[in-house]
């Protein structure tokens, strides 16, 4: 029997797998995909290298920066550089810090608006309320609304004000008075961000779990999990476990398992279309990524890949990484030939890109991809966490634990959900 089985050797999985192998413990890994990295992993194709949608690096935590030493992967740390598309005008991004590229009638609306005392938003608030609260009607009008409307695929008074969790963005008024001048840079928690040298997130995951690799089942995938008699059985073969640590996103962990979510745990979603999409030509500005509130174009994000590194793509070529949500379970009603045409033209109109041609364009559905009513704070969804891990299953990570974290916040979640499981055996042995 194998005290502790691992499902996903993605962020979380590899966090609590390089936990358990510090301590001697007995785990293995199960893995579907054939490479460790989970959605932090990257797609080759014809030479062109994608990152399953933008995967930027922060390096917050001792433990997580610890792990990337130990990889051997080099990280490069790069300025962000990005905008946001207004009325076929590019904006700086942070839009709110840099109102001087609005036009006067809209910079003096929201400055007139700011300088009014705003209701506090109540504590059941939703993430309007919060947006409107904060920020007044114009800058939620012109930009937060359309734009998170389209991310999250729901308009924001069904979703709480916390549904961002730490990405919502709070109000510095210096700051915005200043913005009205001039350019503001270095704002954010991505005002810088760090990257693998190589042009690829993959191969740093792949490095981290290089250490354990003999105890990954790559290509395997949950069937079933019966938690009561300590049986998981995949498409190969029946396992016997005293825990589990699940990275499965939470509804697939409680059918698995047999399990319903209680009605009071609301388990909505918003999946990601990725159109990854591959071009002869070049760039002709710098930004790493374009935010787009229009709600006239499908997508809500462009990325530029070979912005960020040029070996993501062969000389004489680029690449767009095009970012379009949908409501879970909902299929594309258009083709992903139209949206990476439609995105060319776009950044073309915008005068960010020069394409001669498209060679091709592939894709990819993330779903979920972002959760719409996070678990902190909400003491249904603690009293699941409770049910589950007194059967010996621990759900971790963005998806397990249905919050919005980060690839960072992920690895560190699968190294708590170990830590939980090592002091639970050591407590029975001391018992």
Not at 169 to 177: A, E, K, T, V
Not at 192 to 216: N, V, W
Not at 401 to 412: H, K, N, P, Q, T
């Amino acid at each position: 029997m194998t005290r502790t089985l691992i499902i996903g050797a993605g962020p979380a999985g590899l966090g609590a797998a390089r936990t358990l192998a510090a301590a001697g413990a007995d785990f293995e890994i199960i893995e579907c995909e054939a490479v460790a990295g989970g959605l932090a992993c990257t797609d080759e194709k014809a030479g062109f290298a994608f990152d399953r949608t933008g995967h930027f690096l922060h390096m917050r935590t001792a433990q997580f920066q610890a792990a990337v030493h130990a990889s051997g992967i080099r990280l490069d740390l790069i300025e962000r550089k990005s905008a946001v598309a207004m009325n076929g005008r590019l904006v700086p991004y942070p839009l709110q810090y840099n109102l001087w590229a609005l036009p006067e009638a809209d910079r003096a609306a929201i400055l007139r608006e700011i300088s009014m005392e705003m209701p506090a938003a109540a504590e059941d608030a939703s993430l309007m309320d919060a947006l409107l609260s904060a920020w007044g009607p114009t800058l939620v009008e012109r930009f937060f609304r359309p734009y998170n409307e389209k991310l999250l695929t729901v308009p924001l008074a069904d979703v709480p004000a916390d549904c961002l969790g730490r990405f919502v963005p709070s109000i510095d008024r210096d700051l915005l008075l200043r913005g009205c001048a001039g350019p503001v840079d270095g704002i954010g928690y991505n005002a810088t961000f760090s990257y693998p040298a190589s042009g690829k997130i993959g191969e740093l995951f792949a490095a981290i779990a290089q250490p354990f690799d003999d105890r990954i089942n790559f290509g395997e995938t949950v069937r079933s999990i019966d938690p009561h008699h300590g049986v998981l059985l995949t498409d190969r073969r029946q396992v016997r476990f005293d825990k589990v640590i699940s990275s499965q996103a939470l509804p697939v962990l409680l059918d698995c398992c047999g399990l319903a979510a209680p009605q009071a745990v609301p388990l909505r979603g918003a999946a990601v279309w990725n159109i990854r999409v591959a071009f002869r030509g070049r760039m002709l500005r710098d930004e790493h990524w374009l935010y787009i509130p229009d709600p006239a174009l499908v997508c809500y994000r462009i990325g530029f890949p070979a912005n960020v590194n040029p070996l993501t793509c062969p000389p004489g070529t680029a690449s767009l990484s095009v970012e379009c949500a949908l409501p879970v379970g909902t299929a594309p009603r258009r083709t992903a030939a139209d949206i990476a045409a439609e995105a060319v033209c776009y950044a073309e109109s915008l005068g960010m890109i020069a394409c001669e041609k498209v060679l091709f364009e592939d894709e990819l559905m993330i779903s979920p991809a972002y959760v719409l009513d996070r678990s902190p704070g909400r003491p249904a969804f603690a009293a699941l966490f409770t049910q589950l891990e007194a059967l010996g299953v621990y759900s971790t990570g963005r998806y397990g634990r249905w919050d919005y974290l980060s690839m960072e916040d992920a690895f560190i979640d699968g190294i708590r959900a170990a830590q939980r499981i090592l002091e639970t055996q050591e407590r029975g042995q001391r018992g």
